[in-house]
């Protein structure tokens, strides 16, 4: 018998059934499409083997005037800086303390400092640094004090408690709640204010993890299904702790969603700390609260969105936009000798997020979309609607590739190029039906340039954190899907390889090696793609299949013997059970001469009948990659029952 071509459609597609997505492909995990062919998508290693406090939501690359490289890493509870692997903490401090304003008091047998601190404007989480402080006589020496800690609970506006431990550092704390394990207890000669001098400095209040109800859009047409009420109400924000930054030139200027600006001097060195941008030597009028900022590429203006006017300091406006004057990032009040100003966007409640392309800044608010560009004098920015009727699941759920603009909306997924359209997708229903509605703004975008893929990462139904993700394939306009818990997402640039950061608080290099570099030693993982059903004339007649030969290659895997696994499965009905499946384990095997010679297995032996069948191609080995391209199988009519 003739042996039949097996050659699908690429993509996935879940918006039929698989009986009727006949000759494509239905589900995959771990995969991408090369020229329209599968292939296991590429490995990830750990960037460095130091961790970060806290769920990140912003990562920056950025070149120093040396060339020395660093990523900006905005977490729920800190900011970093990372260069050469290592966290250096540039939070911005908010308060420090005259000497002898904060006191402590201990309890015998007990870890729980209590602080006294008059206005202290703290919150659960927050981190302080005291300084100056004597011993309390006991096990509460001055070393124990005289460090940083995070706040356990707040007893009223003028106290809180923190957990006495032994000296060290913050980044080294790994349990769940962010405090030491290793405590110091009290005993009965613990007494005192610890000498009567003690400074204490205060770092910007934490931020929320989950998004809770009144959040930002979360509130009213946003807020569907049910929010989480069970939310530390101690925090000081409602929304989401989400960090934005761009480099003004070397420097960093960064932002606390609905929260402070600050503006961090590389040539300070590491150890300094990032400050207010309001505290900048020469700063006037400067906004003190925003949304996010971005440093305008082609003009070098400051703009901030969502920010406080400059007749009304410290009181935000969520459809404002002021800028700079070009080239400052200290003067921002607005002269006719200047091009330092503002603009109001008259539709929607708030702006939610801004992203820069080559030619203009696109605006989001909750309802419209906006195009911001450079005009010159005297107005030097001007604004244009859009679009009245968009939605957005967050504000990284937009990514810019070039001069458009790809989102994912509330039930949709967007592209912007000139006008708005909807952008056809073959899983919409697979994503949108099994994802977490209470923490859709943790919806994050990146690209992955090398492959022209747009990658959303996303909360499953199940989950209060991103552990799925939908990929387009901007080129090959197609769709396909997987499981990985990313919480933002960093294409290559300045940087050899993608940079994402995990749940597990490490960043990860991405498309590195072929296996998964989170455990130590790497482990395999497993990656698969699977058929839709495949019959012959109208699924009225069996078929038998007998031989399957295989076309695949396993290129550039460091094993030597690196294999696959080929499953064929046959059913009698659309929607019965399969009756029989059987599966070959292809090998690649390479000899020992001055060429790799790819030998792969002959063809495997199969007897499977049904009325239909499927093909699953997959993979858990380590140190293995894989590129299907078009097996062939011997069919046979095999009569109607």
């Avoid at 400074?199 to 009144?214: D, K, P, R």
């Avoid at 941008?277 to 440093?295: E, H, Q, R």
Wanted: proline share 4%.
């Amino acid at each position: 018998m003739p042996l039949t071509k097996l050659e699908f459609r690429p993509g996935i597609n879940r918006e039929s059934t698989s009986y009727s997505n006949e000759g494509g492909w239905f589900d995959s995990e771990k995969i991408r499409f090369r020229a329209g062919y599968p292939e296991k998508i590429g490995g990830w290693l750990r960037y460095s083997d130091s961790a970060f406090l806290g769920d990140c939501r912003g990562l920056h690359p950025f070149v120093g005037l040396d060339g020395t490289k660093y990523i900006g890493v905005g977490t729920h509870l800190k900011y970093y800086i990372n260069q050469g692997g290592s966290f250096n903490d540039i939070t911005p401090v908010r308060l420090t303390t005259s000497a002898g304003d904060a006191t402590f008091s201990a309890t015998n047998g007990s870890s729980t400092l209590t602080v006294t601190e008059n206005g202290h404007g703290a919150v659960v989480g927050d981190f302080v640094t005291f300084s100056g402080a004597a011993t309390l006589g006991g096990l509460i020496t001055a070393d124990v004090l005289n460090q940083e800690y995070q706040i356990a609970s707040i007893v009223d506006t003028n106290s809180y408690t923190v957990e006495a431990r032994e000296v060290a550092t913050i980044s080294s704390i790994t349990t769940t709640s962010g405090l030491n394990p290793t405590a110091v207890t009290a005993n009965s000669s613990d007494t005192g204010n610890g000498g009567g001098s003690v400074v204490a400095t205060y770092q910007t209040n934490v931020g929320l993890q989950v998004s809770i109800e009144g959040t930002g859009w979360g509130a009213g047409v946003y807020g569907r299904g049910t929010w989480n009420s069970n939310a530390d109400v101690s925090i000081s924000t409602t929304s989401m702790r989400v960090w934005t930054h761009d480099n003004f030139g070397e420097d960093l200027i960064i932002n606390v969603r609905d929260g402070i600006i600050g503006y961090y001097d590389t040539s300070g060195g590491l150890n300094n700390r990032a400050v207010l941008l309001k505290d900048v030597s020469g700063a006037n009028t400067t906004p003190t609260i925003a949304k996010k900022v971005i440093v305008s590429d082609r003009d070098r203006h400051v703009i901030a969105f969502g920010c406080d006017p400059q007749t009304n300091i410290g009181t935000q406006d969520p459809l404002l936009i002021r800028f700079s004057s070009q080239e400052s990032i200290t003067d921002w009040e607005s002269t006719a000798t200047n091009t330092a100003g503002d603009l109001r966007i008259g539709s929607g409640s708030q702006i939610i997020t801004a992203v820069e392309t080559r030619r203009e800044i696109i605006v989001f608010t909750d309802v419209s979309l906006h195009s911001m560009q450079f005009i010159g004098p005297p107005f030097t920015f001007g604004i244009t609607a859009i679009s009245e009727n968009i939605t957005i699941a967050g504000p990284l759920s937009p990514v810019a590739v070039e001069d458009a603009v790809f989102w994912m909306g509330v039930n949709e997924f967007y592209v912007y190029k000139g006008g708005v359209q909807r952008v056809p997708c073959s899983v919409k229903d697979f994503v949108f039906s099994d994802i977490n509605r209470e923490q859709i703004e943790k919806v994050t975008a990146g690209v992955n340039s090398s492959f022209a893929e747009i990658w959303w990462f996303y909360p499953s139904a199940d989950s209060t954190e991103n552990d799925k993700y939908v990929i387009y394939n901007y080129e090959q306009k197609i769709w396909y899907f997987g499981s990985l818990a990313r919480t933002f997402w960093m294409d290559r640039g300045i940087y050899e390889f993608p940079i994402a950061a995990g749940t597990d608080h490490y960043l990860f290099n991405h498309e590195n090696g072929f296996d998964d570099g989170s455990t130590v030693p790497a482990s395999a993982i497993s990656s698969h793609i699977e058929s839709s059903q495949i019959d012959i004339g109208d699924g009225d007649r069996f078929l038998l299949l007998n031989k399957l030969v295989p076309d695949i290659t396993f290129r550039n895997s460091p094993d030597s013997n690196p294999s696959a696994i080929f499953t064929l499965k046959t059913r009698n009905f659309p929607g019965g059970e399969y009756l029989q499946n059987s599966a070959s384990t292809i090998a690649r095997t390479a000899q020992e001469t001055t060429t790799v010679v790819e030998q792969y297995t002959n063809q495997a032996n199969i007897r499977l009948r049904g009325r239909s069948f499927a093909l699953r191609v997959s993979s858990t080995a380590t140190e293995t990659g894989w590129r299907l391209g078009s097996p062939r199988l011997e069919i046979r009519p095999d009569g109607r029952r």
